[in-house]
């Protein structure tokens, strides 16, 4: 690993993303392998819509779950079959819904009347029918953080129960749609199968509800959100919470299960190479500047995330606590803060791990600072997946 590490540094430079495909593959057969009815994993590719981690996943057969046209075309050429994906996101564009329709894509999850009008307008100027389900708000606490709870009444994602009732009536009613699953989502880094429970015994009860008002469905999705360890969470088990997804839908047995995890699959397949600039004190602080920021893992600045730093090749010698900060102009700039680091020389390399999602899909170009590279590992051998943007990338389309 250390070896490996040190010679992707030297070859590629840093900042780099490092992903292993294996952990990819392991995490999808583990909740995939999990199910003993009809279910569809559909990655969420917001998390890691890198090519080349991307396939990984469409090469197991995986479904995806995008939210944007950009990440249509990008499933697209990832391999994944367009009637495994499903379309969510609450502001989609009649153009993003054009080319979803004219790709085929399962279903898209309607968040709003008016989106259904939309959606109805663009499927009848096409002449197709657009499968539709609809996303329930379910008004339930994930319990995780305020800017990635997604299920609450006061959350614009989604529609309550009664609203969704009215618009299951109207799209059956309506030629140019098909009614075909239900969705809900209640958030991200969920680590308590609590309010997957209770999730998923709201969705079964309005599917059951639209049933017996004719409105039979094929599938059911309960979102995302699957937590992971950072840094001393429990994650959750993968076969506990499909045992409670099947428990829910036990008396339901037509339903296709869905579920849509991005952190899950790939979190913990990354890790963001950088190396160290600069060592600094001030009276209160030791600081390790490297030359990864904010920019390439938004993260710590965004949410205070906390995310392991581990030394590739750690010196001899007493460690004492210090911030590792990036080289953009803000304080926000961290990778992480107060951490016990041993000794550590100009050039060193720290690799902030767990870094496979929500790392460079966040990424900006803030500062005009290039993107970083990013390389996959598959079996024993590394490949470029993304190469380091130039200067003339930043003003690329400027005109
Ligand atoms: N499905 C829907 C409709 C979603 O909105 C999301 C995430 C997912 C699936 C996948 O959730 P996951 O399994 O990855 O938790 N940038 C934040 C996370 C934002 C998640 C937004 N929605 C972070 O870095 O923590």
């Known amino acids: 690993m250390k070896g490996l590490l040190a010679a992707l540094a030297r070859r590629y430079g840093t900042p780099l993303y490092v992903y292993d495909a294996a952990v990819v593959r392991d995490r999808y057969r583990a909740l995939q392998g999990a199910f003993t009815r009809p279910a569809l994993v559909c990655y969420a590719l917001k998390a890691n819509s890198s090519r080349a981690v991307a396939s990984v996943l469409a090469r197991e057969g995986a479904g995806a779950d995008i939210v944007s046209g950009g990440e249509l075309g990008r ?9 495994r994906v499903v379309f969510s996101g609450v502001g989609k564009t009649e153009a993003e819904m054009t080319a979803g329709l004219r790709a085929g894509v399962k279903a898209f999850n309607v968040e ?9 307008r663009v499927a009848g100027r096409l002449g197709k029918r657009a499968p539709v389900s609809i996303r329930l708000n379910p008004d339930i606490n994930a319990k995780t953080h305020p800017h990635i709870t997604t299920g609450r009444a006061e959350n614009k994602f989604g529609v309550e129960t009664g609203e969704a009732l009215a618009l299951y009536r109207r799209a059956a009613q309506d030629r140019r749609l098909r009614v075909t699953g239900l969705q809900c989502h209640i958030g991200s880094q969920i680590t308590s199968l609590t309010p997957y429970a209770r999730a998923a015994a709201a969705v079964a009860r309005l599917a059951a509800s639209l049933k017996a008002q004719g409105i039979p469905l094929d599938f059911a999705d309960v979102g995302g959100g699957l937590g992971i360890t950072y840094k001393d969470e429990r994650p959750l088990d993968p076969r506990a919470l499909v045992k409670t997804l ?5 008396g339901q047995p037509e339903l296709e299960l869905l579920v849509e995890p991005g952190r899950y699959l790939v979190a913990d397949a990354g890790l963001l190479l950088t ?16 030359d990864a920021a904010m920019t390439d893992l938004p993260r710590p600045a965004l949410y205070d995330a906390w995310h392991p730093v581990m030394v590739v090749a750690p010196r001899k010698g007493k460690k004492t606590m210090a911030d590792v900060v990036g080289p953009v102009c803000e304080s926000g700039d961290f990778l992480a803060r107060q951490r016990p680091l041993p000794p550590l020389e100009r050039g060193d390399l720290l690799a902030v791990l767990k870094a496979g999602a929500y790392g460079f899909a966040m990424s ?21 997946a993304r190469r380091r943007e130039t200067y003339r990338d930043l003003t690329r389309g400027e005109l």
């Open 275 to 290: 190396a160290v600039l600069y060592r600094k004190r001030t009276s209160k602080r030791r600081f390790v500047i490297v």
């Open 246 to 250: 099947e428990a829910a839908f036990a």
């Open 75 to 83: 499933a697209l050429r990832a391999g994944f079959r367009p009637s």
């Open 364 to 384: 900006s170009q803030y500062n005009s600072r290039p993107r970083a590279a990013e390389v996959l590992v598959d079996g024993g051998k590394s490949r470029l």
């Open 112 to 120: 709003s009347s008016e989106e259904l009008d939309a959606l109805a």
